[in-house]
T-cell receptor, first 115, second 111 residues
Framework: ETGVTQSPTHLIKTRGQQVTLRCSSQ?????VSWYQQALGQGPQFIFQ???????GRGNFPPRFSGLQFPNYSSELNVNALELDDSALYLC??????????????FGPGTRLTVT | GDSVTQMEGPVTLSEEAFLTINCTYT??????LFWYVQYPGEGLQLLLK?????DKGSNKGFEATYRKETTSFHLEKGSVQVSDSAVYFC??????????FGTGTSLTVIP
């Protein structure tokens, strides 16, 4: 069983630029969630995708957007990068078990640095 | 809104010492509760979970009991090892799959 993978591992961008991060979900999982983890903090929920539709969003501005593809992989796009966007971005996948609360399995993250 | 409050670290223990990391939560309804562990340079790994009141989650010698009356889910281990050194996150999930995480507690175990 293949786990959650993310690319790239590290990324350096300049303020104002745009970035795309990618995530492949674990085999058999149809839901992907994205989190932002600032240094020394816990992960903060950005949004979730289920069956290619956004299925919940945290307190992040519209310049954070995403996509989910038919194979359940996902992208996180961030426009107009700001210095405070520097963080570890985590992707987590889960399987719709129909029981309401689904375990999330995390990828290793993408470390984004904005200069 | 839903939230998790974790005991602040860092925590430093000698090998074979007893570990407790406190976690309390605020939530509507009946959330599921989780402990995740993050090793240096890695993503989060699920350590244990409990889905209803009085449930005890356990894994790799770690335990936590879902206490609804005190809204707590404290993590315990009877005898820590150097390999347990990591950051531990308490989390909850209510409806909708969104997870709320605490700020994390860094544990260092010294030989």
């Amino acid at each position: 069983e293949t786990g959650v993978t993310q690319s790239p591992t590290h990324l350096i961008k300049t303020r104002g630029q745009q970035v795309t991060l990618r995530c492949s979900s674990q085999s058999g999982h149809n839901t992907v969630s994205w989190y932002q983890q600032a240094l020394g903090q816990g992960p903060q929920f950005i949004f979730q995708y289920y069956r290619e539709e956004e299925n919940g969003r945290g307190n992040f501005p519209p310049r954070f957007s995403g996509l989910q593809f038919p194979n359940y992989s996902s992208e996180l796009n961030v426009n107009a990068l700001e210095l405070d966007d520097s963080a570890l971005y985590l992707c987590a996948s889960s399987r719709d078990s129909g029981q309401g609360i689904y375990e999330q399995y995390f990828g290793p993250g993408t470390r984004l640095t904005v200069t | 809104g839903d939230s998790v409050t974790q005991m602040e670290g860092p925590v430093t223990l000698s090998e074979e010492a007893f570990l407790t990391i406190n976690c309390t939560y605020t939530a509507t309804g009946y959330p599921s509760l989780f402990w995740y562990v993050q090793y240096p340079g890695e993503g989060l790994q699920l350590l244990l979970k409990a889905t209803k009141a009085d449930d005890k989650g356990s894994n790799k010698g770690f335990e936590a009991t879902y206490r609804k009356e005190t809204t707590s889910f404290h993590l315990e281990k009877g005898s820590v090892q150097v390999s347990d050194s990591a950051v531990y996150f308490c989390a909850l999930s209510n409806t909708g799959n969104q997870f709320y995480f605490g700020t994390g507690t860094s544990l260092t175990v010294i030989p």
